[in-house]
Each structure stands twice: as structure tokens, then as C-alpha cells.
């Protein structure tokens, strides 16, 4: 395991300095660090001032709905190595709100911004919590999973006849001109809704 | 008082000679263009389409009086420069109304019909037609001087600003004024490039950039008034330059002939060239042709 | 003899030739579909030949091309475009997805059906469809002007409540002026 020899001293001194973080080596260039949520700030503090980790490339949430969590996710990156560290924290889902990050890095507002229309997450510090894409959206953001995109649709968009659901359009092709579906095709299904 | 019918026929006559010879002008410079870019390209009566189309749309856009009289001077100032020049040499028809004064008159005439633009444009409040206007004035105020100093050439060489007297001087083709003062000719075809407003002069109505500029918010019927104005306008320019040039013509023929080969310039010169930016057109305009234009006239006094 | 009738049946015949030989497209592109149509204007397609141009501004527009999946936002935009357009003007719906959704059928933020909001003249099914479609939905559109067919414009202002209460339904905060068109 010659080759991953960067990311398990990264891995290393991430564990040392933060006891309660869980450290794995994903892949080459990839180190995923799970932290505490009042731990976030300080690692990427720690990160960026300590380990040269200075470029923010993203950051990411993911609704856990059945452990009513959302989970955060920041890719940092670091140009010398080229080694990404994705530090994942879980907030409560039922109050989603978090510290800004804004200070470190400029563009995390805009990230911010994108987690508060989606997922309805208050990042407290951000100064510009403004609407960003979506327009004069009312109701539950739109990414949480509860949030059902297909009968939204349907109630406000007007659903134009043989549109109901996702059709099987190779049934209906085949239906058509009378051709059987091949062995291998019919492992293949798609979403029954 | 006894009427002149011949100049009558010809009064009426001049305008729509002027609009269809302008528009199968630019018909052909669309197809030439097309043919440059390897395309089939519209066909020569596709101007006159436009036209048509754009007259016969409903049209409700109020933004003011202005707005309404812009596209107004634009035609009336085509018009009148026509009027004022001899298309046909020693023809009893199309003598118009040229006089002595008439090249002192048509420098002030060609200019009204930009000004009158700018000032319909200015009033629609677009922003893209602030900066289109503002560019395009600027870049008259660029090739102006060239031309001014061209015809200034002229008429310190020959002692006359009329452009019958002009005509009359050239009688024969090795009299042509191009032979006669190239200097001036040089400085004045630099000058008519930018006049003609094809690359590398069309910062003015850069469409991508600012939205054609100074016509965005004209649409419609304004926008057919322009069209017809900007062809007579074309026409005016290359029978101005023809005359003072390159001798005017005798027959309908020759003009056709003389004014396409010399609009060719501006369209082949347009069409492999990228587009300058407002100051860098200027200073082409200020160093070179101005440069010419300037030694043409000592090159005249010099010799006189 | 003059008959005022016969004169209107010529005039209407020369504007409804110049109209269908001289559709100036407006340059907004609203999704996807949009990449198709500098092909379709430049050398490979030429759509030129047939007087096809690009327009800068919605106010010198003949044709509205909507290009793909319409979001809301962008019909806000899409919607304000088209009242500034003069008319007789056309709108062609470009792609599945302004048939009945596309791909985006149950996408919470597009429109499914464009016909409920615009008046369609033309759709172009596909997805995407190319340049070839693109130009036999321009001459379907010219058959339609030279037969008299093509009249949305006059059918949006006919059934402009109808339009609206659509328009109204998925753009909750309605702030646009109102155009004296």
C-alpha cells in the first residue's frame, strides 16, 4: 500500500489532533473524516490554517429522512497533493441550523444559500440568506425527501394526457410494432411509481 | 411660370430608384456574405421581405415623441441628401436640386439624420441604445474628419463646392478626381468605410453585445422606416462618392456598376475583419486618414 | 374598376408573403434546446435561405423559439418577452418538453404543457430535436402564415383570462408592468 502513503499521514494526523473523529481512507486522494457537529469549525480551521487544505470545493447535504438527519458534507482540497478531505457531520433534522462558514471562505455563502432554498437549513452568521434560485417558492423546500415532486407537479402544472407516470416507453414501443423484448432486455425495469 | 416636367418625373422618380437600387444592395451583401461563409444565403429580394414584413406588423410602442420623429429625420435626412445630388450626369432628370453650395450643404445633411437617431433612440430610455448612440456618435465624430478633410482637398483644387462643376471637371476618365488628388481619394474611401458602418465599424449595432444598439427598442414600422432609410442612405453615400470620384455616370448602367464595385470595398473589408472597439476606431480614424487627408491639402496648396 | 375588396386581398397576399419569407427569431434561449440553433443558423444548416433571422431585441421579433424545458422563473421572463413582441407574432414550442414535460414531467419547478400559458403555433417534438426538425417546423410554421392559420397572437388576446389565471397559478408574485401592446 505504497501508494496511499499521503493520505494515511493526512488520515493520521487528522486522528491525532481530533480524538473523536473517524478516519478513512476512501481511495487514492480521498480521506473522509466523520466529526461531531460543534467539531466542524474547528477541523476546518485546523484544516486550512494547519494542513494547507485551502480551497472549499463544496458543500454538500443529504436528507436521512428514517434517521431524521441531515447530513453535511465539505470538500476541501488541498492543490499540493491534490488530496480531497471530505469532513461529514449529521444536524437535527427536525431545527436544521448550522454555523456559517463564511468567514473561512467567500463562496461558502453561496453554498449556504443553496442548502437553506433546498433543504431549509439556517446557517446562522450568513449575512446574505436570501432567496437564490428558486422564485417565490412557498411550501416545504423541495430537495428534503418528504417532499413529493410528482403530485406537486400534478397539482400545479397541468399533466397533459398519456403523461401520467413514467410509462414503460419500451413496452409501449414494442407493443406498437409487435416486437418481442430480448432476454437480456428484460432485467432492466424501470421505477414502478 | 413654366414647369419642368422632365425634373418632376425625375423628383419622384429618385427616391424609389434610390430605395430599390439600396435595398438589392443589400440583398446582395447578405448573399455575398453568405457565399464568404460558405452558406446558399437569402435570396437578393430578401431586404425587400424584411421590409415589408416589418411595415406591415402592428405596432404599439410609446415611449415618447422623440421616439416617434427619430426614425422620421432618419428617413428625412436620407431623402434630402438625395435630393441634393446629381445621380445621372447631364441628365435633364435627376439634376434635382444641386447648386453651387451643394457639397458645403450635403456635409451638415448626411450628419441630421444620425443626430435625429439619436435623439429617438435616447428617448426610449434602453440602455442598449444609450451606449449604441453614444458609440455611434463618437465614431462620427472619428470618420468626419477624414471625409471633411477629403472634400476641403476638393474644393481648394478645384475652386468650387458643387458637384455639377465636379462632374464637369471630369470629363474624360483620366480626368477622374481619383487620378487627379489620390490623396484625397485614399482619405476619403478610409472615411467611407467607417460611413458604411460594415466590420471593423459596427461597435455601433453590435447585435450579440448590446442588442443592436441604438434601433433595440424600435420595432415594427419604426423599425422598417430605418431599414428603408439606412438603403436609401447607402445609396446616397456610394452616388456621393461616385460623383466626386469617380465621375459620375451618364447612364444608369455605369452608376450601377461604379456604385457596387465601390460599395464591395466596405462589404469585402467588412466581412474578413473582426470589430473594433469605439477608441480604437477613432484613433484609426485620427491617424492615418486624417494623416492623409491633412498632407492632400498641402499636396493641393503646395501646388496651387 | 377599383373593388376595396379585391385591394385587401392582394395587400394580404404580398404581407403574408413577406411574412413568411422574413421570421426573425429572437435570440433567448430557455433550456437545453437552445445549442441547437446556432447549427441551424450558421453554414452546415444555413437557415438563413429561407429569411430566418436572428433578432436581438423582442421588440423587432416575429418568432418566439421555446427552446427546451420552461422553468417557472424563466417563463416570468419567457411571458414579459413575448407581450413585448409586435405583433403578428408566433411562438414554437421546441422539444418534449413543452409537449407535456419531457424528461422533466414531474419536476417540481418546469412547466409541463406550454400551450397552457403562450399560444403555440408549432411544436417541434424530440429530444432534442435537430436541425433538420428545427427547419421543417419553420416551414410547417410558413405553410400555416401563407394559409392564414397562424394567428396565437390573436388568440392570446381573445383568451388573454384564460392565459392569465394559467400564468397566475404558477407565478405566485406577479410584479411585471403592463404592456400597451
Known sequence: ?193 | MEINWSSVIGIVATPVIAFIVGVLYGGAVRKITARVQNRYGPPITQNLFDIIKLYSKKTAIQHGVMQHLGPVFAITASVTSLYFIPVIKDSPYFQNFSFNGDLIFLLYMMVFGSLGMALGAGQTGNPNSAIGVSRGLSQMVGYEIPFVLALVAIMIQFKTTSLNELLAVQDHFTNWIIFQSPLAFVAGILAFLGMMHYAPFDVVIAPAEIASGPPSEFGGKYLGLMMTSGSIFAFVKLVLFVDIFLGGASDFITLIIKTFLLYMIPVLTGIVSPRFRTEQSILFFWKWPTFIGILAIIVVVLNG | MYNDKDAKKIVDIIQSYARKHSLWVVAYGTGCGAIEIPPTMTSRYDAERFGIRGSATPRQADVLLITGYLAVKTLKRVIRTYEQMQAPKFVMGFGSCTINGGMYWDSYNTINALDRYLPVDVFINGCMPRPEAVISGFIKLQQLISEGKAEGAEKYLKNLEWYRENQNKVIPNWNMPDYNW
Not at chain 1, 14 to 23: D, G, L, P, Y
Request: net charge negative.
Open chain 1, 1 to 193: 500500500m505504497e501508494e496511499l502513503k499521503i493520505e494515511k499521514e493526512i488520515a493520521e494526523e487528522i486522528s491525532k489532533t481530533f480524538h473523536s473523529a473517524e478516519v478513512t481512507v476512501k481511495r487514492e486522494k480521498r480521506v473522509v473524516v466523520k466529526l461531531r457537529d460543534d467539531l466542524i469549525t474547528p477541523f476546518l480551521s485546523y484544516a486550512k490554517n494547519n494542513m494547507n487544505f485551502i480551497h472549499l470545493a463544496h458543500i454538500s447535504c443529504v436528507d436521512w429522512l428514517e434517521d431524521n438527519k441531515f447530513e453535511l458534507i465539505y470538500s476541501l482540497l488541498n492543490y499540493d497533493n491534490k488530496v480531497m478531505i471530505l469532513a461529514k457531520t449529521y444536524i437535527d433534522r427536525e431545527n436544521p441550523e448550522f454555523v456559517s462558514h463564511t468567514n473561512y471562505w467567500d463562496q461558502a455563502e453561496t453554498y449556504e444559500r443553496e442548502m437553506r432554498e433546498m433543504y431549509g437549513i439556517n446557517f446562522k452568521g450568513n449575512k446574505r440568506l436570501t432567496e437564490f434560485i428558486l422564485e417565490d417558492w412557498q411550501g416545504i423546500p423541495p430537495m428534503r425527501r418528504d417532499f413529493d415532486t410528482v403530485k406537486f407537479s400534478q397539482d400545479t402544472f397541468y399533466n397533459r394526457p398519456g403523461r401520467e407516470n413514467a410509462q414503460d416507453v419500451r413496452t409501449t414501443v414494442t407493443k406498437k410494432s409487435g416486437e418481442e423484448i430480448p432476454e437480456i432486455g428484460k432485467d432492466y425495469t424501470v421505477r414502478n411509481l
